[in-house]
């Protein structure tokens, strides 16, 4: 052992011997690169996701010829990061100067400025912090017809901020199909797509002529697609989704489907009931407390069907069946003189039309249908475009005719065209509806009539006023605009308490509280 140990020594001393005889001629004048130094980037920046934009103009102090500098910007959720595999960037400009709508799911990220001299491919790099978060738990949805014939989403926040085309911007594309209706889902079950873990939470539905889609208010991620939503696949047609107290239904065109809400279920839909049904009118009793039902006209069948959200039964009405006219529009008040109490506008093939009264009665197998009257041909009534009801404000409808709204009384059947200041010369009025949403605190309570306006030029302008008696008061409080058609609005409020961080939980009584709005 001790002649390996010198055996070894010796190696190492002949070594550094040979290596202290060794002339090392090497060239070590090293030339310092020119300095690329980067200005303007703030240590953080907070944004809701597609309200706001990131706009960051940079000043670059270099030596370097300006033509040779070549700028990335990208950004990284800090959740993705490892510390393993490589991390998963997103290249979002190549410009010096940023100019970025905020898309990212809310959370926080890294934003990185990297500056390059192509000449000798010297980098330097800027990184700052993003938060971001969402506003669109809280404020109006408005369902909108694209120039290409299909559908989007654009959203007006509390303080009147919009966002447009949140609906293509954050899935990459619009949805298929024509606009039909949306829907306030609350209390909807579904498996979150984070937690693989069942649970419910407030939601926004789509429908359109070929799709469907169910989205979490909170960040609009995507519960549910026409696609996922059906045990044994996607074949109905898609007409309209409405939420009850503890059932939910999906009427389509091959009968009507119901999910049980309020619990952690998956939301997934199961055998329709009656499959030779086609129900696109539907009108939500939410004052009988005991009884909340859902009447609907089946309209390939002329007939009209009770929908027990409660129980999620489906019945039938003796003697409401043989209708053969076209249903136009369904709706109820809420106003304390109309109690349970639906109407709707039928027309027949020559074009006369007739206004249904329709009485809610849920454990009755009775007929609904309590008064039939002919709409006289001389009223505006009778050549009306556009529908809705009066929440709880005063017994009316509203409907537009011959560009005009008006409202029609329940009480007495005046009719009566209704002043609306604001509204430009040259627009024309397209869309009428009461939006409205009640709650137990006050802060949350709205109540407006909206009144939709377009140029002809693919555009929009949606009024809202306060209203008092059923008729608006004094000059719009905001009005919003962008472009498309607008088919629906919608008003959705994920929070439920006292304060603004209480979430929403599931109360047998919050169903007939909330602004539906059928």
């Not at 991390?87 to 970025?100: G, N, P």
């Not at 939410?286 to 009209?304: H, M, P, S, V």
């Not at 009801?389 to 409202?407: Q, R, T």
Request: a negative charge.
């Amino acid at each position: 052992m001790k002649n390996r140990i010198l055996n070894v020594l010796g190696v190492v001393m002949a070594l550094m011997l040979f290596q202290s005889c060794y002339e090392d001629e090497g060239n070590y004048d090293y030339t310092e690169l020119p300095a690329i130094e980067v200005d303007g980037v703030e240590s953080l920046y907070s944004k809701r996701r597609l309200m706001d934009s990131l706009n960051i103009d940079v000043t670059i102090n270099t030596e370097y010829n300006a033509d040779d500098l070549k700028y990335t910007w990208f950004i990284y959720n800090t959740l993705d990061v490892n510390y393993i595999d490589a991390v998963k960037v997103d290249t979002i400009s190549r410009e010096k100067d940023l100019r970025y709508l905020v898309s990212e799911e809310p959370g926080n990220y890294v934003l990185t400025l990297k500056v390059e001299n192509t000449g000798n491919n010297y980098s330097v790099y800027k990184s700052t912090t993003v938060s971001v978060g969402s506003e669109f738990s809280q404020g109006l949805y408005i369902l909108k017809e694209t120039a290409d014939g299909n559908t989007d989403l654009d959203f007006c926040s509390e303080t009147q901020e919009m966002g447009y085309d949140i609906f293509a911007t954050m899935k990459g594309g619009a949805l298929a199909g024509k606009p039909q209706i949306l829907s306030q889902m609350m209390a909807h079950p579904y498996i979150d797509p984070e937690t693989s873990k069942r649970t419910y939470g407030i939601a926004l539905g789509i429908t359109t002529t070929e799709d469907l889609c169910i989205l979490r208010t909170k960040d609009l991620a995507t519960i549910h697609t026409g696609e996922s939503m059906f045990y044994g696949g996607f074949t109905a047609a898609p007409i309209r989704l409405a939420h009850g107290s503890k059932y939910a239904a999906y009427f389509s065109e091959e009968g009507i489907y119901m999910i049980s809400v309020g619990s952690n279920g998956s939301g997934l839909c199961g055998v329709p009931k009656f499959e030779d049904a086609v129900v696109k009118w539907v009108a939500f009793d939410k004052q009988n407390q005991a009884y909340l039902t859902f009447i609907c006209f089946d309209e390939k069948n002329g007939r009209f069907l009770s929908v027990n959200v409660t129980t999620g039964a489906v019945s039938t009405y003796k003697d409401s069946d043989g209708i053969t006219d076209k249903c136009l529009y369904m709706g109820m008040s809420w106003h304390s003189s109309m109690r349970n109490t639906a109407h709707a506008i039928f027309e027949a093939p020559d074009g006369s039309r007739k206004l249904y009264q329709l009485k809610c009665q849920l454990g009755s197998s009775n007929s609904p249908i309590k008064e039939i009257t002919d709409i006289d041909s001389s009223t505006k009534l009778s050549k009306a475009t556009c529908f809705s009801m009066c929440g709880f404000n005063a017994p009316v409808m509203y409907f537009v005719s011959e560009g005009n709204v008006y409202y029609h009384s329940f009480q007495n059947g005046e009719e009566r065209e209704i002043t609306l200041p604001g509204i430009g010369a040259g627009e024309t009025i397209n869309y009428v509806a009461n939006k409205w949403w009640s709650s137990y605190n006050a802060y949350m309570k709205k109540d407006h009539l909206v009144v939709g306006t377009t140029t002809g030029n693919n555009d929009y302008k949606l009024y809202f006023y306060k209203i008092n008696g059923g008729t608006p008061v004094g000059d719009p409080v905001y009005v919003v605009s962008g472009t498309g058609k607008v088919a629906d609005v919608q008003y959705m409020e994920s929070r439920w308490g006292t304060n603004d961080t209480q979430e929403f939980k599931y109360q047998a009584s919050s169903s007939w509280t909330m602004g539906l709005c059928y």
